[in-house]
């Protein structure tokens, strides 16, 4: 069996299913969990033959997904597109009300234009390159410069507690930096350099800003931040409480964690009263129905441990770092948040294909600056980026064209006639003459010589030089020099080879004296004229610079479910009067049914006074008279079952509670 449906919602489960995946969601977020841990979270409320076929059910549908180690050890979990979906049930099962504040004292704003500043920093590793050193490390120079690019402080990043090797030698800020570019697809980590990745960048300069934000925001939440669960649901509580307050709205982030305590979302060992000695600050908890009530009347007895409280604030300091939002505190001292982007539009799953790209033209001043604003195309940015020097980076960014910056760009591979090309089709208000006539100067002025690099193909004696030139098939492709040499264009060497082969003179595999190539910019033509297929941003298990701790990328993906039937073997041996009956039975019967129930794992009917009870046996035990020890299985979630022993004469009649009747 296959998995059939992964688009359904959470409102279509079962009250089976509910309780499995609500359970593993609130103890694990997205982490992964063994295939038994479920097992564990309903024991003593689902028997185990039901909460396997929930769990059956829920893979099916596309809620939790499995992967095998390689020693046959499955590992489940819950898909993280999967999340916020799962807090907007958690939100409509216990409202929340006053989320936000109002007023903040200190604010810290969010830095802005990230996807311009990463297009900078790969602009400028064209021109310089990332060489590496034996040891596979980044060279001091090259490092400094990286250094003066990143566009992130280290105080805002020291608080993610991020670990990655030769911490003694890279800044944090420039790590997240280059990381950041591994991860997007962007750079790649070569032998003896880093390299950009043509075909992913091709791809990327398509997107619009709103769609870069999308892949860099899931790096952010699930590279950079911690893989722990309550830690998860706080970075995805913060991205659902959005909807109540905006984008510009402040969220308490002490009322937060307040709400995510009272459903189980945070430890409570996270919190701490003023008298550790008071247990009723933890006892009021599974109680409370409405935040109101535990945000006004005993906010003051609530203080998360320090710990945690920094954790937060890293996360908090890491979303300003990438742009997403500002943090700040009210008189109080207690912490806030406001979001400047629509996290939940960056949270839904959509196709980059169908997105908007920018279509904004930028402005040509007479003082040879470009004013870019944010609707300018990135494409477009892009060869700006390799013509121009940037002056200042923003949410306008500011290029100035200099004759430095044209001959660079000519040198790195661009046509002299597409600079002023450019500038005539994207300026809004036209090119300033005086502008126009310098910048083709310029450009006219760089390449008037140049050294060329050619193919030369060199004979061992005239004779056979004079046999080459006579050769039909060889006719216009060759530039004779002298006696034996001839220069032929690199794009006809494979038919000049074929052609030399066929009358004896086979030249050799490995051409002499190759030179490792120049740098060059990347990507100069339209991009409307590029093929560069689909690029996979953010894609999980990419090889970065970070160590985050996750695995399940390096397991083979489990796509096929056991047939349900395979959780009862036997089943034509046990009396169908078993399943579908009520009945009472000689003590010696009832215990080979509770003893079936225990091989099932399934619960057990059992009418005790009138009145009709499920049983989830355990284990039985011998004696005059048996015992059966297990639970009544709980009807409250919060409840917190207690082992219990029975007696034959404890009930009057019972039956087999399994899904096949």
């Avoid at 504040?101 to 064209?126: N, Q, W």
């Avoid at 800020?173 to 591994?182: A, E, G, P």
């Avoid at 706080?234 to 009322?255: E, N």
Wanted: proline share 5%.
């Amino acid at each position: 069996m296959g998995i059939t449906n992964t688009q359904g919602s959470w409102k279509e489960l079962s009250a089976d299913e509910l309780l499995v995946l609500r359970r593993c969601f609130i103890r694990y977020a997205a982490q992964p969990m063994k295939e038994e841990e479920p097992m564990q979270l309903t024991r003593g409320t689902l028997s185990g033959v039901e909460t396997k076929l929930a769990l059956h059910e829920l893979r099916t549908r596309g809620w939790l997904e499995a992967v095998i180690k390689s020693w046959g050890e499955r590992i489940l979990y819950i898909p993280v597109d999967r999340l916020p979906a799962l807090y907007d049930m958690l939100l409509e099962q216990t409202p929340m009300n006053r989320i936000h504040t109002d007023h903040p004292t200190t604010i810290h704003e969010a830095m802005t234009g990230l996807e311009s500043e990463l297009l900078h920093v790969l602009s400028r590793i064209a021109v310089q390159g990332v060489p590496l050193t034996a040891k596979g490390t980044i060279h001091k120079r090259s490092l400094q410069k990286l250094n003066e690019l990143t566009p992130f402080h280290a105080e805002d990043l020291e608080g993610l507690g991020l670990h990655y090797a030769h911490a003694e030698l890279y800044p944090v800020q420039t790590v997240v930096m280059i990381d950041l570019l591994f991860s997007l697809g962007l750079l790649v980590k070569e032998t003896v350099s880093l390299r950009i990745q043509e075909a992913e960048l091709a791809t990327w300069i398509r997107l619009s800003a709103e769609q870069m934000r999308k892949h860099i925001f899931a790096i952010l939440m699930e590279r950079y931040g911690k893989a722990e669960a309550s830690m998860q649901h706080f970075r995805y509580m913060l991205c659902a409480v959005s909807k109540y307050v905006g984008t510009d709205g402040w969220i308490s982030i002490q009322r937060l964690l307040q709400w995510m305590l009272q459903v189980g979302l945070m430890p409570q060992n996270s919190l701490s009263g003023k008298d550790s000695t008071n247990r009723t600050l933890i006892d009021i908890v599974p109680t409370i129905t409405n935040i109101e009530e535990l945000a006004d009347e005993r906010a003051s007895d609530f203080n998360f441990n320090g710990t945690l409280m920094e954790e937060i604030k890293g996360w908090l300091k890491g979303l300003t770092a990438f742009g997403m939002g500002d943090w700040g505190q009210t008189t109080s001292g207690e912490l806030c948040f406001r979001w400047n982007v629509s996290v939940t539009d960056l949270l839904c799953a959509q196709n980059d294909e169908e997105a908007h790209q920018e279509q904004g033209a930028f402005y040509v001043q007479p003082d040879f600056e470009i004013l870019v604003p944010p609707d300018v195309a990135y494409d477009v940015r892009w060869r700006l980026e390799c013509c121009c020097e940037r002056v200042s980076g923003d949410r306008m960014i500011v290029y100035r064209m200099t004759r430095g910056s044209v001959t660079e760009a000519i040198e790195m591979g661009m046509k002299a006639t597409a600079i002023p090309a450019l500038l005539d089709k994207y300026s809004r208000t036209g090119v300033p003459e005086h502008v126009r006539l310098a910048v083709e100067q310029w450009a006219g002025d760089v390449g008037r010589t140049a050294f060329a690099t050619v193919t030369l193909l060199r004979c061992g004696t005239q004779e056979d030089a004079d046999l080459v030139a006579r050769h039909p098939a060889l006719k216009g492709l060759l530039e004779r020099l002298g006696d034996k040499d001839f220069i032929i264009p690199a794009r006809s060497v494979e038919k000049i080879r074929k052609a030399l082969t066929a009358i004896g003179l086979s030249p050799r595999l490995e051409p002499e004296g190759v030179d490792e190539p120049a740098h060059h910019y990347p990507l100069l033509t339209e991009a409307e004229n590029l093929d560069s297929g689909r690029a996979l941003f953010s894609q999980e298990g990419r090889a970065g610079l970070v160590y985050t701790g996750r695995t399940l990328h390096f397991y083979e993906q489990e796509h096929t479910l056991p047939d349900p039937s395979d959780y009862f073997p036997e089943r034509s041996t046990v009396p169908s009067s078993w399943t579908k009956e009520w009945r009472s039975y000689h003590t010696s019967t009832s215990r080979q049914l509770m003893e079936q129930a225990i091989r099932w794992q399934a619960a057990v009917g059992l009418r005790i006074d009138g009145k009709d009870v499920k049983w989830i046996p355990e284990s039985v035990v011998s004696g005059e008279p048996w015992s059966v020890t297990g639970w009544y299985a709980s009807e409250m979630d919060e409840q917190i079952p207690s082992r219990v022993t029975l007696q034959p004469s404890d009930w009057s009649d019972m039956r087999l509670l399994v899904s096949f009747t």
